[in-house]
T-cell receptor, first 110, second 114 residues
């Protein structure tokens, strides 16, 4: 079983829509969680960390449910520039290794 | 934010030759760096953990004799793809995490073996 499972999509949504991505992780000892954004042929860039209490950064909201081992990312009022692949990442219990989901492809349509 | 620089950005080489990729942490020291590989439409897959001053730790299925890793200083790790073959063509990315557990990535190296 993969460490991190993520719906690959693709998600095609109109501008202004709200879209949610989900992710599950298998190692209950995982310490930290992140969402990264990766544009085509570029390196992943940190979008936001994910905290148990939930955290928000502008139009982006991330949530973590440790009991269900589930992570989510909500994007409100989608912009064309949000089109990218969103990677769900869990840090292993050793605090060093990062485990990536397959990424969810998002295309925001005018 | 922390900066990780990777070089070269892209390289084309002949089958059978070796290619070296450098990963540098520009504004922090990294005792540990990570090397990933990404095939088209797939996620990043961890290849190995590079440890400063000691041997790298390779993930299962990654040939250590083919993918040589050297981490000679606190700011530089290198990955050498030896005797490259077309199936080694991929996007290679390094990362390091200075504080807070967040990983910062190099720009990636697109390797094409012809």
């Amino acid at each position: 079983r993969k460490e991190v499972e993520q719906d690959p999509g693709p998600f095609n949504v109109p501008e202004g829509a709200t879209v949610a991505f989900n992710c599950t992780y298998s190692n209950s000892a995982s310490q930290s969680f992140f969402w990264y954004r990766q544009d085509c042929r570029k390196e992943p860039k940190l979008l936001m960390s994910v905290y148990s209490s939930g955290n928000e950064d502008g139009r982006f909201t991330a949530q973590l449910n440790r009991a269900s081992q589930y992570i989510s990312l909500l994007i409100r009022d989608s912009k064309l520039s949000d089109s990218a692949t969103y990677l769900c990442v869990a840090m292993g219990d050793t605090g060093n290794q990062f485990y990536f989901g397959t990424g969810t492809s998002l295309t925001v349509i005018p | 934010g922390a900066v990780v620089s990777q070089h070269p950005s892209w390289v084309i080489c002949k089958s059978g030759t070796s290619v070296k990729i450098e990963c540098r942490s520009l504004d922090f020291q990294a005792t540990t760096m990570f090397w990933y590989r990404q095939f088209p439409k797939q996620s990043l897959m961890l290849m190995a953990t590079s440890n400063e001053g000691s041997k790298a730790t390779y993930e299962q299925g990654v040939e250590k004799d083919k993918f040589l890793i050297n981490h000679a200083s606190l700011t530089l790790s290198t990955l050498t793809v030896t005797s490259a073959h077309p199936e080694d063509s991929s996007f290679y990315i390094c990362s390091a995490n200075p504080t807070g557990g967040k990983a910062f990535f190099g720009q990636g190296t697109r390797l094409t073996v012809v």
